[in-house]
């Protein structure tokens, strides 16, 4: 667990107290990832060195008194979570909500090859959907009801989310209360962490896009 000395205006929320954290992992690294490619439902497996970041995010997260580790069905996730688990003697429990984007017909693409006007699209209407794929409207209503769920089981303990880019950007936007246009302003690296408290009244963000190692 964390410690520290600051505490919130928020009254219940004091971030020496630990005890009640989302912790939230985006999966490392694949070749479609290297590639700059939309890997949204592509089952792709880890790279070499998606392996490596796999096993510093499990030292990294060794000391965490996890009860629960979560993981999207897809193979680059469970694998990530499987790195994580082993370490706290644990089997990462696979949740459909935390599943990529569905990129639909753009599912591939290099990031480069996308037309402007579909990066438009997406930045102003949260209802855009490529076809055959998911808008992030439709991923909000999931990854936050996820949160919600989560929030309610996990009392005094922390829980280990094993996902992807734009889920974990949509659950750092519940837990700040933010629009969903927020997720277009953020950076999240591969096998980055972060943390969100939910001990107090309402969920804090408190820390984001934490490198591995």
């Known amino acids: 667990m964390w410690s520290g000395a600051e505490s919130s205006s928020r009254g219940a929320y004091s971030i020496s107290r630990f005890d009640d954290v989302l912790i939230l992992v985006r999966h490392a690294r694949t070749a479609l990832n290297a590639g700059g490619r939309l890997q949204g ?11 490596q970041q796999a096993m ?38 696979v949740d459909d909500n935390w599943i990529e984007l569905d990129y639909g017909e753009l599912e ?39 949160c919600r769920r989560l929030r309610e ?10 996902s992807h880019v734009s889920p974990i950007k949509s659950a750092v936007a519940w837990s700040m209360g933010a629009p969903t246009s927020i997720v277009h302003r953020m950076r999240l690296g591969q096998a980055a962490i972060s943390r969100i408290d939910l001990s107090g009244a309402n969920p804090v963000l408190v820390t984001f896009n934490e490198e591995p190692g």
């Open 108 to 146: 591939g693409t290099s990031i480069t090859e996308v037309d402007a006007s579909v990066w438009v699209s997406w930045r102003e209407d949260p209802e855009f959907a490529p076809v055959g794929g998911e808008s992030f409207s439709q991923l909000d209503r999931r990854v936050h009801g996820a």
């Open 41 to 51: 439902r592509t089952d792709a497996p880890l790279d070499e060195v998606g392996e």
């Open 153 to 162: 089981a996990a009392a005094d303990a922390d829980v280990i989310v094993v």
């Open 56 to 93: 510093a995010l499990a030292d990294r997260l060794s000391a965490i008194s996890a009860t629960r580790i979560l993981t999207s069905p897809l193979a680059r996730a469970r694998a990530t979570a499987a790195a994580i688990a082993e370490r706290h003697g644990m089997t990462a429990e």
